[in-house]
C-alpha cells in the first residue's frame, strides 16, 4: 500500500474520518435503495467491518481490498488498477480512492 493511501486510512479511523465516511455512507444508502442488479463489487475499504454496500440490494456484493492488512475473509486482495472488470457483468461498482496518484 502506498505512503498516501496508508495516511488515508489512518484518516478515516479518526473522528472526522468517521464523520465523512457515515456522510457518505448516508448519501450512497439513498442511491443503493433504489438500484437492484446481480452483482456489485466495493474496491477499497477503509473502515474495517464497514461496507457502503451493507443496506444495498444487490445481494451477490463482491470486495476487494487494496492490501492484506484490510483484507477480511469476505473479499479478495487485489490491485486496482491491473482489474479487468466486465462492465456488462457488473451491475455497480464503488471504488472509494483506488485511483487516486
Known amino acids: 500500500m502506498s505512503e498516501k493511501k496508508s495516511h488515508l486510512k489512518d484518516w478515516y479511523r479518526t473522528r472526522e474520518g468517521i ?3 457515515d456522510a457518505i455512507d ?12 446481480y452483482y456489485a463489487i466495493e474496491i ?7 461496507s457502503l ?13 487494496t492490501s492484506k492488512s484490510g483484507s477480511g475473509a469476505d473479499g479478495i ?4 488498477e491491473f ?8 451491475d455497480l461498482v464503488i471504488a472509494s480512492h483506488v485511483f487516486e496518484g
Open 83 to 90: 482489474l479487468r472488470i466486465v462492465f456488462d457483468n457488473v
Open 26 to 37: 448516508e448519501k450512497i444508502q439513498d442511491k443503493l435503495s433504489k438500484l437492484f442488479g
Open 44 to 50: 477499497g475499504q477503509y473502515l474495517k467491518k464497514r
Open 19 to 21: 464523520y465523512v465516511f
Open 53 to 65: 454496500l451493507q443496506q444495498s440490494r444487490i445481494k451477490n456484493n463482491i470486495k476487494i481490498y
Open 77 to 80: 486482495v487485489a490491485e486496482p
